[in-house]
């Protein structure tokens, strides 16, 4: 709407001699060096802020006076920077719809029910849009507060401050410091072992009492006034609230500060008691207490409650910081202005008023803070999801509906509706329209690369490992370990000094059977028959003798390099058949056994185009692969530990297995080939491998994540 | 059918506040309105029962009639609008128009009838005699008790008509007021206190306006009977006793075309120092150059200053004081002062006469002696004209005819152009728009769009079909859009050596006078779209003969209706006639709206297929634009409600 010197509506304002309500307070305060007066309704606890020329206007309305006259004497004191016509109907408009203002005249009783059935049905708008943060006001705890000021009331001063800070700092240094590693183990699965978490939210609601009363006293102890406690229903949880809304008429940004800080520092304060007890007492229910107060008061507090990107504590004391009032509202605010100014080009729009300082902060803070909370709020849901799948899903609808379908929803009826759009509706169509027409593309058709990482083992055919043919002792190693060797070339000589006397053996027994043979070969026919059959036995016997004989000798199986785990043990070693003694690592084929989960198998299977694979030693020289095998079932079988998270890779483990190393999900494994010139590597090294499955738009690559994410947590 | 309306103390309708659901589903359904009820089987009811009543009726004598009537009366106000009584009351109304003023009504009128009464809106072809289906609604409607206003555009129908209609309306027994501009203030309420109030659109509202600040914006009954009892605040010396029920003539004329146009009752406060501040902004503002310094925008209805203008105008005002110290104000004055340079031209907007600045109804071609341009414009362009200037006018209260109008308890209207915005109609005022058939078959000729590439080329085509025409001894009357062209038409004709009158921006009487004469065979009259609405164009038997009366339309309206109403100027009632279009690609029209597409159509004359359809774009985006304009004064209106909310009710 343009601000026009003069409005057209003035006559029905001009002979009114409105004044302020009694109950309205005024204070002064300094943000980012600008004065400005904030009005403060006691009655409504709410805050206006006003810029010190509207002031000047408000200030002149004493009721004698009617607007015409204090815009006149406005207008003569301020020459230019007095308000306009338009600008001073908008302000009383403002007071009056804050029932700050009164005058000779009864207002439009129309308008007053009607603002006040708008009122109640936002009421319940806002709690039905926002079911996670319902609000059920309880107690006044302003006489309590106030009969108990003098005892509180230091701990708000220097001196509280200085104890606040040598007990934090004491229970950081001595408790924390030293119990680190103590507090630190195993973190996770002691948090979220089923008694502690019955445990914590018993002590949640107290700690959170305790970070209230922080708040409300610190406004009592500045002469500010409490009315208002309760308790809000955060995602369910039964948590108290105050209302402290009393301190943003401090003047002092640092009082107000301190007001947003309380909440906080009493819940350190509280988690640095909790600390010295948990150092002090012995294993059992209170030490568990006391860490779950540390825990919840010292951390959840901090990573919570201090984040200025939500709208708890830390947001106002960020924007008290800064010295932006009411940041959230007012930089959505200003990038809708942006918005409509250029890029629907609406040039009669007058700019939300603002400082440079303040616009810079706007900006980055409302998009950053607008993506942080859909993150935090769906991360809950998911949360709530896997555990009540029902009410999960409600509740994603309900998210998604009040904090993405409706903000957009009421930007886009702008775009149709808006009265200021009303010049530039096509411009507004084309632009939000291009930039949907652009997102959608950038999302389905600009093609992104997709790409599957996992790591694997350097690994060797099974052709190349080398055996014992038979058991036995190392006798000679003929061929170096580490040294090159032709095929079935002898590469050590075992010896079973058994063998070659059960040989000896053999033979003089097969003489003697011989002999006994031609003996009896013309008296008894059935003895004759009986050695025959002695005498095959024996050559059978020893065939096999001989043929572990032959055994001993280890040949290479291929050509290729000699390779032993260890070759300083080999002499004298007792090996058994069959033993793997080494490899002979073959020089054109170099495998690498990779494991895939089984999210990706399907893609790894499919669309594979390119592999890339970087060897742990060597990280920035990138190779080339070629799948040659793939395993087609999944499995729990690890090639190698090195893959498992205890031998520092990703894959989990399934705790109950003991004996071999299991994966706790199942895996699919492939048999990589790396080209022939890699140059030296170890065998089992880790390698990191990239599968490369093209390029696919974002909007795919989103819906198939999601897609598997839902199938997997939900399993339906 | 519709209950009687009228008791208890200034009655009016509350204003209902749109919900939501209403607000959302306005603009999308607007196309409902547009699908025109033609109901010919409630009509066909109707006539029966009017017809069988007529048995009896048209037996009586004017007494009888009277008596007929006053029987009537209390068995209206029990039943209500009964089919039954309804048609009795109607045979009645009809049989006393034909002993009283020789009038019979037709059936169709009977039908327009119907609809006005029940609160709707009647499209009727031009001459159908819309005067006279008024008055079987009115009476209807005063015999149940109701009080009537049939509020017309100009003084002279208002008195015209109470005064033929008059006649059977005291036949009945019914009283019948007239309000124009001329009745004392004094007089208008007991004018209003007649059955029947024949009024101006004009003056009804700024009555209201009148009464509602007497009443300090509360009609309330029981304020008004405790003031009877005490005395203390009193109500008497009202001026209307509510808003019953308004038959509005020419219903698209007052509550689309002029429907943004604020009423403002006002008093003139005195300011010597203004007159200088103005004599600077002016000799600010001419030195600053369109384009560099200011850009005229949105089809030539606003003003920016650009930054560079801004800058230059620092520099020029440096040596003055006071008001030009601030750049805000500077701005705002020197941005009036250029909108009355550039936006505002004499003989188009306004008039210079008597030393005075009139403004001129860029519709009607008339002068408006009592309205006056927002605080400072006027004075600005008074000061440019170099006539003494009037005093700032300090606002009392202002309406809208939207609002005025959707106050009454029930409207209803007649217009011969309602198609184009039947859905406006029944979003904004809910009022539901039926065709009523012709007596006769229309046998109307509308030649083609002719189109030419100057305005020069424009005028030289009117000049020889007005020479082509005029040969054949047909009467013709040509449209201007503006009274600067009828003048300049005027010109050539006088040029030509063509004898002609021309009309533009005089008033009511000798208005309607020239345009009733127009039929005289070889007349031509050369007038302003609009001027002489709701006057016949009588042609004597040579006319007819000729060929009837031939319009000439020499530029399109921004609104197709105001077209078509002077094409319904000629072949009425069956007449013969026809109608030619001259258009030119310099017409306001395409500059404003379509300059854009035109420069896309090239320029090139005669037979471009581009053409028609060029000019058709041009007028529904006009139309467009208005209706959102429109749109948009109730919407701002509803919000300026709430915002000044604590300044008491609007008025």
Same mark, same amino acid.
């Given at each position: 709407m343009s601000s026009d010197l003069y409005s057209p509506s003035w006559y029905r304002v001009a002979n009114l001699s409105p004044r302020l309500k009694s109950h309205a307070e005024v204070h002064r305060h300094h943000y980012r060096g600008q004065l400005w007066y904030v009005l403060q309704d006691r009655a409504s606890r709410r805050m206006y802020r006003f810029n010190p020329s509207a002031w000047q206007v408000i200030g002149l309305l004493d009721g004698t006076r009617t607007v015409q006259q204090a815009w006149d004497l406005a207008c003569h004191r301020l020459g230019d920077d007095a308000p306009t016509q338009d600008e001073t109907i908008r302000l009383l408009g403002q007071l009056?719809?804050?029932?700050?203002?009164?005058?000779?005249?009864?207002?439009?009783?129309?308008?007053?029910?009607?603002?006040?059935?708008?009122?109640?049905?936002?009421?319940?708008?806002?709690?039905?849009?926002?079911?996670?943060?319902?609000?059920?006001?309880?107690?006044?705890?302003?006489?309590?507060?106030?009969?108990?000021?003098?005892?509180?009331?230091?701990?708000?001063?220097?001196?509280?401050?200085?104890?606040?800070?040598?007990?934090?700092?004491?229970?950081?240094?001595?408790?924390?410091?030293?119990?680190?590693?103590?507090?630190?183990?195993?973190?996770?699965?002691?948090?979220?072992?089923?008694?502690?978490?019955?445990?914590?939210?018993?002590?949640?609601?107290?700690?959170?009492?305790?970070?209230?009363?922080?708040?409300?006293?610190?406004?009592?102890?500045?002469?500010?006034?409490?009315?208002?406690?309760?308790?809000?229903?955060?995602?369910?949880?039964?948590?108290?609230?105050?209302?402290?809304?009393?301190?943003?008429?401090?003047?002092?940004?640092?009082?107000?500060?301190?007001?947003?800080?309380?909440?906080?520092?009493?819940?350190?304060?509280?988690?640095?008691?909790?600390?010295?007890?948990?150092?002090?007492?012995?294993?059992?229910?209170?030490?568990?207490?006391?860490?779950?107060?540390?825990?919840?008061?010292?951390?959840?507090?901090?990573?919570?409650?201090?984040?200025?990107?939500?709208?708890?504590?830390?947001?106002?004391?960020?924007?008290?910081?800064?010295?932006?009032?009411?940041?959230?509202?007012?930089?959505?605010?200003?990038?809708?202005?942006?918005?409509?100014?250029?890029?629907?080009?609406?040039?009669?729009?007058?700019?939300?008023?603002?400082?440079?300082?303040?616009?810079?902060?706007f900006v980055p803070y409302s998009i950053v803070s607008f993506v942080y909370r859909q993150f935090v709020t769906f991360a809950i849901i998911l949360f709530i999801a896997t555990q009540y799948f029902l009410v999960g899903v409600l509740l994603a609808i309900w998210a998604g509906v009040s904090s993405i379908a409706v903000p957009f929803g009421k930007a886009l009826m702008q775009v149709i509706n808006?009265?200021?759009?009303?010049?530039?509706?096509?411009?507004?169509?084309?632009?939000?329209?291009?930039?949907?027409?652009?997102?959608?593309?950038?999302?389905?058709?600009?093609?992104?690369?997709?790409?599957?990482?996992?790591?694997?083992?350097?690994?060797?055919?099974?052709?190349?490992?080398?055996?014992?043919?038979?058991?036995?002792?190392?006798?000679?190693?003929?061929?170096?370990?580490?040294?090159?060797?032709?095929?079935?070339?002898?590469?050590?000589h075992l010896e079973d000094p058994l063998l070659a006397p059960q040989e000896r053996l053999l033979v003089a027994r097969l003489d003697e059977l011989d002999a006994k043979l031609r003996a009896m070969q013309v008296e008894d026919r059935v003895q004759v028959q009986i050695v025959r059959e002695e005498i095959a036995y024996t050559e059978k016997e020893l065939a096999r003798v001989r043929e572990r004989l032959a055994g001993l000798v280890v040949l290479s199986p291929v050509e290729g390099r000699f390779v032993v785990a260890n070759p300083a043990d080999l002499p004298s070693r007792f090996v058994r058949k069959g033993e793997q003694i080494g490899y002979v690592t073959p020089r054109d084929t170099r495998l690498v056994r990779v494991v895939v989960g089984q999210d990706d198998v399907d893609l790894v299977r499919q669309s594979t185009e390119r592999i890339r694979v970087r060897l742990a030693e060597r990280i920035p020289e990138e190779l080339e692969a070629v799948i040659l095998r793939e395993v087609p079932a999944a499995s729990g079988e690890l090639p190698s530990l090195a893959l498992s998270e205890r031998g520092g890779g990703t894959i989990a483990l399934d705790p109950r297995q003991t004996e071999r190393p299991v994966a706790l999900k199942p895996v699919f494994h492939f048999e990589l080939g790396l080209p022939v010139a890699t140059g030296e590597m170890h065998l089992g090294e880790r390698v990191h491998v990239r599968f490369d499955h093209g390029a696919e738009p974002v909007g795919f690559q989103i819906w198939r994540a999601g897609r598997r994410l839902f199938l997997r947590r939900f399993t339906v | 059918m519709s209950t009687i309306l009228g008791y208890g103390f200034y009655p009016e309708r509350v204003e209902k506040r749109e919900n939501w659901l209403e607000r959302t589903v306005r603009k999308p359904v607007r196309w409902i309105g547009r699908d025109i009820g033609h109901g010919s089987r409630r009509f066909e009811t109707l006539i029966r029962h009017v017809n069988a009543a007529a048995t009896t009726v048209d037996t009586l004598d004017l007494a009888g009639l009277r008596a007929a009537a006053d029987a009537l009366r209390p068995r209206l106000k029990r039943e209500g609008f009964t089919d039954a009584l309804v048609g009795e009351a109607f045979a009645i109304v009809r049989a006393t128009a034909h002993l009283t003023v020789g009038m019979r009504h037709y059936d169709v009128q009977l039908a327009g009838g119907y609809v006005l009464l029940?609160?709707?809106?009647?499209?009727?072809?031009?001459?159908?005699?819309?005067?006279?289906?008024?008055?079987?609604?009115?009476?209807?409607?005063?015999?149940?008790?109701?009080?009537?206003?049939?509020?017309?555009?100009? #003084?002279?129908?208002?008195?015209?008509?109470?005064?033929?209609?008059?006649?059977?309306?005291?036949?009945?027994?019914?009283?019948?007021?007239?309000?124009?501009?001329?009745?004392?203030?004094?007089?208008?309420?007991?004018?209003?206190?007649?059955?029947?109030?024949?009024?101006?659109?004009? #003056?009804?509202?700024?009555?209201?306006?009148?009464?509602?600040?007497?009443?300090?914006?509360?009609?309330?009954?029981?304020?008004?009977?405790?003031?009877?009892?005490?005395?203390?605040?009193?109500?008497?010396?009202?001026?209307?006793?509510?808003?019953?029920?308004?038959?509005?003539?020419?219903?698209?004329?007052?509550?689309?075309?002029?429907?943004?146009?604020?009423?403002?009752?006002?008093?003139?406060?005195?300011?010597?120092?203004?007159?200088?501040?103005?004599?600077?902004?002016?000799?600010?503002?001419?030195?600053?150059?369109?384009?560099?310094?200011?850009?005229?925008?949105?089809?030539?209805?606003?003003?920016?200053?650009?930054?560079?203008?801004?800058?230059?105008?620092?520099?020029?005002?440096?040596?003055?004081?006071?008001?030009?110290?601030?750049?805000?104000?500077?701005?705002?004055?020197?941005?009036?002062?250029?909108?009355?340079?550039?936006?505002?031209?004499?003989?188009?907007?306004?008039?210079?006469?008597?030393?005075?600045?009139?403004?001129?109804?860029?519709?009607?071609?008339?002068?408006?002696?009592?309205?006056?341009?927002?605080?400072?414009?006027?004075?600005?362009?008074?000061?440019?004209?170099?006539?003494?200037?009037?005093?700032?006018?300090?606002?009392?209260?202002?309406?809208?005819?939207?609002?005025?109008?959707?106050?009454?308890?029930?409207?209803?209207?007649?217009?011969?152009?309602?198609?184009?915005?039947?859905?406006?109609?029944?979003?904004?005022?809910?009022?539901?728009?039926?065709?009523?058939?012709?007596?006769?078959?229309?046998?109307?000729?509308?030649?083609?769009?002719?189109?030419?590439?100057?305005?020069?080329?424009k005028w030289q085509a009117v000049v020889e079909s007005i020479r082509r025409e005029h040969a054949r001894g047909r009467p013709i009357l040509v449209g201007t859009r503006s009274v600067i062209a009828s003048e300049t038409l005027a010109a050539l004709l006088v040029e030509a050596g063509l004898e002609h009158r021309l009309l533009n921006a005089r008033q009511d009487k000798v208005e309607a006078e020239i345009v009733s004469a127009a039929g005289q065979p070889g007349r031509i009259t050369v007038a302003t779209n609009m001027a002489g609405r709701g006057t016949d164009i009588k042609l004597p038997p040579e006319s007819l003969a000729a060929g009837g009366l031939?319009?000439?339309?020499?530029?399109?309206?921004?609104?197709?209706?105001?077209?078509?109403?002077?094409?319904?100027?000629?072949?009425?009632?069956?007449?013969?006639?026809?109608?030619?279009?001259?258009?030119?690609?310099? #017409?306001?029209?395409?500059?404003?709206?379509?300059?854009?597409?035109?420069?896309?159509?090239?320029?090139?004359?005669?037979?471009?297929?581009?053409?028609?359809?060029?000019?058709?774009?041009?007028?529904?985006?006009?139309?467009r634009i208005h209706g959102m304009m429109r749109n948009e004064v109730l919407e701002m209106d509803d919000y300026l409600g709430d915002m000044l909310a604590f300044a008491g009710r609007p008025e």
């Open positions: 009056h719809g804050a029932d700050l203002l009164q005058s000779e005249i009864a207002p439009d009783a129309d308008e007053l029910l009607r603002r006040y059935a708008k009122q109640e049905k936002g009421k319940w708008w806002r709690n039905l849009r926002n079911p996670m943060s319902v609000k059920l006001p309880l107690i006044d705890p302003d006489a309590f507060l106030k009969r108990w000021v003098e005892v509180y009331g230091w701990i708000f001063g220097p001196v509280g401050l200085a104890a606040w800070v040598v007990l934090v700092g004491a229970a950081l240094v001595l408790v924390v410091g030293q119990h680190w590693a103590e507090l630190t183990e195993n973190v996770a699965d002691r948090i979220l072992a089923p008694g502690n978490l019955a445990g914590m939210l018993i002590i949640f609601p107290l700690v959170k009492i305790i970070h209230e009363f922080g708040h409300a006293c610190a406004v009592r102890a500045r002469g500010g006034e409490v009315h208002e406690m309760g308790v809000m229903f955060l995602v369910f949880l039964p948590v108290p609230y105050v209302d402290a809304s009393a301190s943003s008429a401090f003047p002092s940004k640092w009082q107000r500060i301190i007001v947003g800080g309380a909440g906080m520092m009493a819940e350190l304060a509280l988690a640095s008691i909790a600390a010295f007890v948990w150092a002090t007492v012995e294993p059992g229910i209170a030490r568990a207490v006391c860490f779950n107060v540390m825990l919840i008061a010292g951390v959840s507090t901090v990573l919570f409650n201090g984040n200025p990107l939500l709208r708890y504590d830390g947001y106002y004391m960020f924007a008290d910081l800064i010295e932006i009032p009411n940041l959230g509202a007012r930089a959505n605010r200003y990038l809708g202005y942006l918005v409509q100014r250029y890029a629907f080009g609406v040039r009669e729009m007058q700019p939300p008023e603002a400082s440079i300082g303040e616009k810079r902060w808006g009265r200021n759009l009303r010049r530039q509706r096509h411009r507004a169509w084309a632009v939000t329209g291009g930039a949907f027409v652009v997102l959608l593309a950038g999302l389905f058709l600009i093609p992104f690369p997709v790409w599957t990482r996992t790591e694997g083992v350097l690994w060797v055919p099974e052709y190349s490992v080398v055996r014992a043919g038979a058991e036995g002792f190392v006798a000679t190693i003929d061929t170096a370990p580490g040294t090159s060797v032709r095929a079935h070339v002898p590469l050590l | 029940t609160g709707r809106v009647a499209e009727m072809e031009t001459g159908e005699g819309k005067t006279l289906t008024a008055t079987l609604a009115a009476a209807t409607a005063a015999l149940s008790g109701e009080p009537v206003h049939v509020v017309t555009v100009n #003084d002279y129908l208002a008195e015209r008509d109470a005064e033929e209609m008059g006649k059977v309306y005291s036949a009945l027994g019914l009283t019948v007021g007239c309000v124009t501009q001329k009745v004392e203030p004094n007089d208008r309420a007991a004018q209003y206190a007649c059955d029947i109030t024949y009024c101006t659109n004009k #003056d009804v509202t700024f009555d209201y306006l009148r009464d509602r600040m007497r009443l300090k914006g509360r009609p309330r009954a029981l304020r008004h009977a405790v003031s009877k009892v005490t005395g203390v605040g009193a109500t008497d010396g009202l001026t209307l006793r509510g808003l019953h029920f308004a038959i509005l003539d020419e219903i698209d004329s007052v509550l689309v075309d002029e429907a943004r146009t604020p009423l403002i009752l006002s008093a003139e406060t005195d300011d010597a120092g203004l007159e200088r501040i103005y004599r600077e902004a002016l000799s600010l503002a001419r030195e600053l150059v369109e384009g560099p310094d200011y850009v005229i925008e949105h089809q030539r209805t606003s003003i920016r200053i650009t930054t560079d203008g801004k800058r230059r105008l620092g520099e020029i005002a440096s040596h003055l004081r006071g008001v030009w110290s601030g750049p805000n104000r500077r701005e705002e004055l020197v941005r009036q002062a250029l909108t009355a340079l550039n936006l505002f031209h004499r003989d188009q907007q306004y008039l210079v006469a008597e030393d005075k600045v009139q403004i001129v109804d860029e519709f009607t071609g008339r002068v408006m002696p009592d309205r006056s341009w927002e605080a400072g414009l006027h004075q600005m362009i008074e000061v440019k004209e170099g006539c003494p200037i009037t005093g700032q006018r300090e606002t009392l209260a202002r309406i809208s005819y939207q609002r005025f109008f959707r106050r009454y308890l029930r409207v209803s209207g007649m217009t011969g152009t309602a198609k184009e915005i039947a859905g406006e109609l029944w979003s904004v005022y809910h009022l539901k728009v039926m065709r009523v058939p012709t007596r006769k078959p229309v046998i109307r000729k509308i030649g083609p769009i002719q189109i030419h590439a100057t305005e020069a080329e031939h319009v000439i339309a020499t530029e399109l309206h921004e609104s197709g209706r105001v077209d078509r109403q002077l094409f319904g100027r000629c072949a009425r009632q069956g007449d013969p006639g026809s109608c030619e279009i001259h258009v030119s690609y310099e #017409d306001d029209l395409i500059v404003r709206y379509a300059k854009l597409a035109s420069g896309v159509a090239g320029k090139a004359p005669g037979k471009d297929l581009t053409g028609p359809a060029l000019f058709r774009f041009a007028q529904n985006r006009a139309e």
